[in-house]
């Protein structure tokens, strides 16, 4: 990336901040919404943060066969949903990322 | 009472460190997303300068997590930051939120308090003042919550980028990145039309992943969206029942 385009990078996704956060606070005005908007901003974000994390878990495995990042996911959900907290769930996937990877290694 | 005078005595306030206890109590698993994102985005490609400017005027994990693939894959810059707002959505929201307990404040004022809401400094406002009464007190307790926050972000985050380059790649730990934002969507994951939501956006990115420009996103998030609205205006009719969409959302 040239200069021009890192500081067009960081500007914007500062902007893209500032203005998600503020969205309701620049104003003393009231901001009613259409309820299809609010709709919308309830299930946007998880539905932006799926899209992305799924090619990644499916699609892009450079290291090893594909089963190895897909199984790390499914044990670091599965801790997910056994404790909540986020610091576990990075840590067991990890570590089932590693042992994966080993196996696949070793046994392919 | 002047300015400086009420800024010298705002970090004498006991509600303010109040905030900043609360915050470190929790503050261990921000710290590790911290770090995550930090060596993450170095991983992935980002220069040091770049990574660091990122991290301190960005200050969105799960967004700039989000987009390091896009950035890695050549995408436009309006993909890029498109993608981010989608991520921060949720912030908006947040916004809302908080509008009462900042709206008798100056503009600027309300401005940097909105660049500081963070998802966990939101959840401790919320648990910790229910009814917004326009009290300093509680003004100054989120400033507690969102300094620590800042701090428990920022530090393990710009360690983060600073030692990247010195974590062999074989550790794999972009994968982390990964891992820190499949936690965030599964937190997000409150009822079935979510989970719906979830499901058919991942299927349409994967499956249409062989677009140009990772457009696969544009279409995941637009049908994802189509068929959480169809889902929701199906149950409402179930229900018959209107007017807990906002109050649906867990924050």
């Known amino acids: ?108 | 009472m002047t300015t400086v005078h009420r800024d010298q005595t705002l970090f004498a306030q006991p509600a303010l460190r109040e905030g900043m206890r609360d915050m470190r109590a929790v503050s261990l698993g921000i710290a590790a997303w911290g770090l995550v994102t930090g060596v993450a985005m170095v991983k992935s490609g980002l220069s040091v300068q770049l990574a660091l400017a990122i991290s301190l005027f960005v200050f969105a994990g799960s967004a700039q997590l989000a987009v390091l693939p896009l950035i890695a894959a050549g995408a436009p810059l309006w993909l890029i930051l498109g993608t981010a707002f989608c991520v921060n959505l949720r912030f908006v929201v947040f916004s809302a939120q908080m509008r009462p307990y900042f709206e008798h404040l100056p503009r600027l004022r309300r401005l940097v308090y909105g660049y500081l809401i963070g998802d966990l400094s939101q959840v401790l406002m919320i648990r910790r003042h229910p009814h917004p009464t326009g009290d300093p007190q509680q003004t100054h307790y989120f400033l507690g919550v969102s300094l620590a926050n800042w701090i428990a972000w920022q530090v393990p985050s710009i360690i983060g980028i600073l030692t990247a380059q010195h974590i062999p790649g074989a550790w794999g730990l972009a994968f982390a990145g990964t891992l820190a934002l499949l936690g965030i969507v599964l937190s997000l994951l409150a009822d079935r039309t979510i989970a719906a939501v979830i499901v058919v956006a991942s299927a349409l990115s994967a499956l249409l992943f062989w677009l140009p420009l990772r457009l696969n996103l544009v279409a995941a998030i637009i049908g994802a969206l189509m068929v959480g609205m169809a889902w929701e205006a199906w149950s409402q009719r179930q229900l018959a029942s209107s007017g807990r969409l906002l109050d649906g959302t867990k924050p």
């Open chain 1, 1 to 108: 990336m040239i200069l021009l385009q890192q500081i067009a990078l960081v500007v914007g996704m500062t902007v893209v901040t500032v203005l998600s956060r503020n969205m309701f606070l620049l104003s003393r005005k009231p901001m009613p919404l259409p309820a299809r908007v609010k709709i919308a901003l309830r299930f946007a974000p998880a539905a932006a943060l799926a899209a992305v994390v799924a090619p990644e878990l499916l699609l892009l495995t450079p290291l090893g066969p594909p089963w190895v990042k897909l199984g790390a996911a499914v044990i670091a959900a599965g801790y997910f949903f056994a404790r909540r907290g986020i610091l576990g769930t990075i840590l067991s996937g990890m570590v089932a990322y590693w042992a994966l990877s080993w196996i696949s290694r070793t046994w392919a």
